[in-house]
T-cell receptor
Framework: GENVEQHPSTLSVQEGDSAVIKCTYSDSASNYFPWYKQELGKRPQLIIDIRSNVGEKKDQRIAVTLNKTAKHFSLHITETQPEDSAVYFCAAAETSYDKVIFGPGTSLSVIP | DTGVSQDPRHKITKRGQNVTFRCDPISEHNRLYWYRQTLGQGPEFLTYFQNEAQLEKSRLLSDRFSAERPKGSFSTLEIQRTEQGDSAMYLC?????????????FGDGTRLSIL
């Protein structure tokens, strides 16, 4: 079955700097890659997703890249703000309505 | 549309007791998913439904776990003879399959603590 790895497990950046989280997946049948943000005690919330027919997607300060050949995908957050502090999960699935396999998470701290 | 609703938010019970959780998906979402999340880990897939049909169960779901979605709307997850290792956050999510690549929306979860 699918296995998603994620690193780093923790990341501290100064406010205004960029943060990068990298993930790998194992199942070539995966075509949908969502990213979720989870604040302490709250539900995971989708922040961006990408499908295998595109290599990059951007939404304001957030961008994701996908290399399907290498089975790598990454999240880039620019101009980080303290409210970006949370745990971020990458994930993979065959489609947006199939079971989602999550990575172990990255705890991001943005230092004011 | 109030989002995915889960009840209760917290459940504390003694080992060996049975517990049942409820999930109300976003209306008209035909797929409903259950995940389990332990501290410091990502959510782990347990099972999912399309309408009332249970499509897949993870190997994580032992015989003590059962999930139903009898009318294709709300779902229940029951754990029988609870064990310490069942302590976790149980998350429910829902999505449509007919609205073009809509993501899964999560509820706030039910936090289960086994004494």
């Amino acid at each position: 079955g699918e296995n998603v790895e994620q690193h780093p497990s923790t990341l501290s950046v100064q406010e205004g700097d960029s943060a990068v989280i990298k993930c790998t997946y194992s199942d070539s049948a995966s075509n949908y890659f969502p990213w979720y943000k989870q604040e302490l005690g709250k539900r995971p919330q989708l922040i961006i997703d990408i499908r295998s027919n595109v290599g990059e997607k951007k939404d304001q300060r957030i961008a994701v890249t996908l290399n399907k050949t290498a089975k790598h995908f990454s999240l880039h957050i620019t101009e980080t703000q303290p409210e970006d502090s949370a745990v971020y999960f990458c994930a993979a699935a065959e489609t947006s309505y199939d079971k989602v396999i999550f990575g172990p998470g990255t705890s991001l701290s943005v230092i004011p | 549309d109030t989002g995915v609703s889960q009840d209760p938010r917290h459940k504390i019970t003694k080992r060996g007791q049975n517990v049942t959780f409820r999930c109300d998906p976003i209306s008209e979402h035909n797929r409903l998913y259950w995940y389990r999340q332990t501290l410091g880990q990502g959510p782990e897939f347990l099972t999912y439904f399309q309408n009332e049909a249970q499509l897949e169960k993870s190997r994580l779901l032992s015989d003590r776990f059962s999930a139903e979605r009898p009318k294709g709307s709300f779902s229940t997850l029951e754990i029988q003879r609870t064990e310490q290792g069942d302590s976790a956050m149980y998350l429910c999510a829902s999505s449509p399959t007919d609205s073009g690549n809509q993501p899964q929306h999560f509820g706030d979860g039910t936090r289960l603590s086994i004494l």
